[in-house]
């Protein structure tokens, strides 16, 4: 009798203390209850299944807030954390959605072939070539300390900030020991910190801004990989984070700390802003992270990299996810990107239904362009050394490649772009957001410590091929009568042949024009002329020589002038070379100028400027002052053909009528040829001539009967 009343004791104690779920979930657009839906009380290890009805309902004999899970296949996973007791929860669930990604992603799974082959466009408007520079100052290499995953750089009060993981350097045992105290990677045991600077060059370290957490805590292990966001005079850290014990199968989160400036202090958030999703079961028996009986999502194993932009009104959270037993496809990691989306800075994030919205990626690096967000994929995966756009944040289309120059980074992107974010973005030139910034290069031989496994520093990185994009087109410079095109000032630049001497895609601009021409490059310029002329074309030009040095210019597409470039001696040395072509009529209104290095050697000249002298073409030729009798033309009085004597070179001619239009044009190489006028109406005509070696115009008067 005494054991039993003590049974019922327990079982009174423990119905006086349950603790009750219930709910109904339901499909978040028809509102349908979704049955079969996998329910999980967390702390209870307790799992159901929804009804027909889309019912739940859990009894939890254990007291605090709980975290229940909802997973359903072809659905977005979805978790509720410190949930108090409740009753009648009402789930809505979306369903998934396929991103234009994701559409090429089950392209390439057809074939190793498919995904070697990506086709990633070549398109010099987004192409990006980058170049490292050792920084100095406190952040000067040095083997003793582990310096990596640079935020993005911003300027405040006329220096510039970034922030960084950094530690100790230690060796990586990369889970080679079974002691789980032991360093693994070389962001473990980091914290974040940050340095100043008033020229991006030389930096001064500030000291610690966010340091991991007490024992215990979700961050007690590491804080690292930080990004920084600024919005309303806030200053958001956002950061990835690791609790201990660091094993091959432990959860990252991402994690923020709030501060009124960017000198602290930085009050952290007690939870992290966003989790993997949990919907992937581990393989029993085993400890490796490649072993899962189910895989989940893209991110069901870590959440990495994150990079909060502010975007339509919204905050958009782009992440880098690894998935539970993570396979390799044709020899890549899978490695794609997700975005979180929340109406506030802190949260809270809720995952896009479009995951993933990526096909690679490693670091994640974004910026803002004409209403869209441009990204660089760098490392792992198809697509990887692509630039990518997405008008709507999500759905990002392959639209150049990424590539850095010969050096450190060999002709990969400098890895983890911590790129410097102006307060302008750019409607017209998609480079503009990726400018200059910080990098980190890994070094894997041993530090003067003694310690092994890798170890890293930061660097600065440029834009080698930017785009010099006016405002407005160029009206060129008046001299004289000259109109100066400065060859420096183009919209710009390309390459045809994908010859990369020097590792510019297409030519560079210096202070004074544009050198590293190949063959195949180009420059574009758009031109406003104020008025209809006719032009005579100079180039100020350099070259040491070759066997086949050409420059040719056209005007919307249509080639006006093709030159050989003559030996002028040295790169620096620029002569005006007179282009062999006949006069060039421009109309007045904007035009595109495009020069094109169209010789075969590989290094073609240096171009200071384009000069086009106005040539008046008046009534007479003496008016002309190029009645010279050097040439003659006979019959004249003609009828059907003329023929012009004195002829030695190749000569170009052009007929004019005594309005000054040029109604006939050509190029005669010998006094034996002969032009056909037949088509001409009756009247009085000027004939210009322009010997191609000199330059010597001469002129004469004839007359059609």
């Known amino acids: ?14 119905a006086l203390f349950a603790q009750t779920f219930t709910g109904i979930i339901t499909d978040n657009e028809t509102g349908v209850p979704l049955n079969n839906v996998e329910v999980t009380l967390v702390e209870n290890d307790l799992s159901i299944k929804t009804t027909a009805n889309g019912l739940f309902s859990f009894n939890a004999f254990t007291l605090g807030d709980k975290t229940l899970y909802f997973n359903k296949e072809g659905y977005v996973f979805e978790a509720l954390y410190n949930q108090q ?6 789930i809505k669930l979306r369903a998934k959605k396929i991103s234009t990604a994701t559409t090429r992603w089950n392209t390439y799974m057809q074939s190793c072939n498919n995904y070697n082959n990506p086709n990633i466009p070549n398109n010099p ?10 920084l100095t100052g406190d952040l000067v290499a040095n083997s003793l300390i582990t310096r990596r995953d640079p935020s993005a750089v911003i300027k405040y009060n006329d220096k510039y900030y970034v922030w960084y993981s950094r530690k100790r350097t230690q060796t990586s045992t990369y889970f080679g020991t079974n002691n789980p105290n032991d360093n693994v990677f070389p962001w473990d045991y980091t914290d974040v910190y940050y340095a100043t600077s008033t020229d991006g060059y030389e930096w001064k370290e500030q000291g610690p801004a966010v340091e991991r957490g007490q024992t215990g805590t979700f961050d007690d292990r590491s804080v690292f990989t930080p990004e920084i966001f600024i919005h309303n005079d806030k200053f958001y850290l956002i950061y990835q984070v690791v609790k201990s014990p660091y094993i091959e199968r432990v959860k990252n989160n991402v994690a923020m700390a709030v501060a009124d400036s960017p000198n602290g202090p930085w009050i952290k958030l007690s939870e992290p802003i966003l989790r993997p999703s949990h919907n992937g079961v581990w393989s029993a028996g085993s400890t490796s992270r490649f072993r899962a009986d189910v895989k989940g999502d893209f991110d069901s194993h870590k959440v990495h990299d994150p990079c909060l932009m502010f975007y339509k009104d919204k905050f958009y959270l782009y992440y880098k996810g690894e998935r539970m037993g993570e396979e390799r496809f044709c020899g890549q990691r899978e490695i794609r990107w997700g975005v979180a989306i929340a109406d506030q ?49 999500v759905n990002f289309e392959m639209m150049g490649t990424a590539t850095g120059t010969a050096g450190f980074a060999g002709n990969e992107v400098p890895d983890a772009l911590g790129i410097f974010r102006p307060n302008e973005i750019s409607t017209t030139d998609p480079k503009f957001g990726v400018d200059w910034g910080l990098s980190h290069h890994l070094d894997f031989s041993r530090a003067a410590n003694g310690a092994t496994g890798g170890w890293m520093y930061l660097r600065r990185f440029d834009l080698v091929n930017k785009s010099i994009i006016p405002t407005e087109p160029i009206t060129p410079v008046t001299g004289g009568n000259d109109l100066i095109v400065e060859a420096e000032d183009f919209i710009q630049t390309g390459s045809f042949s994908g010859i990369r001497p020097g590792e510019f895609n297409g030519v560079n601009a210096t202070g004074i024009g544009i050198n590293f021409v190949n063959s195949g490059d180009y420059a574009d310029y758009s031109i406003n002329l104020t008025e209809t002329g006719f032009y005579d074309l100079t180039y100020l030009i350099a070259s040491p020589g070759g066997r ?47 020069i094109i290095a169209n010789g075969n050697d590989r290094w073609q000249w240096n171009l200071d400027k384009l000069i086009l002298k106005r040539v008046e073409l008046t009534t007479s030729a003496k008016q002309l002052g190029l009645d010279d009798h050097n040439i003659v033309v006979y019959p004249n009085p003609a009828v059907h053909q003329i023929h012009i004597s004195k002829i030695s070179h190749a000569t170009h001619y052009s007929i004019v009528d005594l309005k000054g239009v040029v109604v006939l044009q050509g190029t005669l190489k010998n006094e034996r040829q002969s032009v056909g006028v037949e088509q001409l109406v009756s009247g009085t005509y000027i004939l210009i001539t322009k010997n191609g070696n000199n330059a010597k115009m001469s002129s004469t008067v004839f007359i059609k009967n």
């Open 1 to 14: 009798m005494k054991n039993l009343f003590f049974l019922v004791l327990i079982f009174a104690s423990c």
């Open 125 to 134: 408007e987004w192409n990006v070539v980058f170049k490292e520079t050792n």
């Open 85 to 90: 007791p409740a009753t009648n929860l009402e």
């Open 548 to 594: 086949s040095l050409n420059v040719q210019l056209l005007i919307d597409g249509v080639e006006v002038a093709s030159d050989v470039v003559p030996n002028t001696g040295d790169w620096e040395n620029y002569i005006n070379l007179n282009s062999n072509s006949n006069f060039i009529e421009i109309t007045e209104g904007t035009h595109t100028f495009r």
């Open 345 to 393: 800075p802190e949260g809270p994030y809720v995952k896009s239904e479009y995951n993933p919205i990526t096909n690679t990626g490693h670091e994640v690096s974004v910026w803002n362009y004409n209403n869209g967000i441009a990204i660089i994929q760098k490392l792992d995966g198809p697509e990887r050394g692509s630039i990518q756009f997405a008008q709507d944040g």
